[in-house]
């Protein structure tokens, strides 16, 4: 009776050793995939921000025409023009405006118009909103 006593114990031990490592690997994996998923959402918000920040365009002016406002883009990253609004007209357009390029608003809105002295043009670059006083 004693012998049994003893062997069921050291099985029941070995029951819960062998319980508690294979829960181990579902756990791991478990663990390791979160903190990936986390790591990628993170990585990803912080390339969104710092392109946030590195957006670096400015409107020169030389005359009131579409083809004397000039966009320059002083960044170091291309950005993606969306939307320009100007007075109360919205032009949708889909243009790339790379590193030190500089471009006429004619040559993004295909367009020549006059702009009025005092008004603001809105761009919209990298689904944001930027505006500059003319």
Do not use: A
């Amino acid at each position: 009776m004693i012998c049994l006593k003893g062997i069921s114990s050291i099985f029941s031990t070995l029951i819960v050793i062998i319980i508690t490592i294979s829960l181990v690997v579902p756990l791991y994996l478990y663990f390791y995939n979160l903190y990936n998923i986390n790591r990628y959402q993170i990585n990803n918000q912080y390339n969104i921000y710092l392109s946030k920040i590195e957006t670096k365009v400015s409107v020169i002016n030389l005359n009131f025409t579409s083809n004397g406002i000039f966009i320059y883009n002083y960044g170091n990253y291309p950005v993606n023009i969306n939307k320009i609004i100007i007075g109360s007209i919205t032009y949708h357009v889909n243009y790339t405006l790379y590193p030190g390029e500089i471009t006429t608003l004619y040559n993004i809105l295909h367009t020549n118009i006059y702009i009025n002295g005092n008004s603001t043009i809105i761009l919209s670059i990298n689904d944001n909103y930027y505006y500059y006083q003319v």
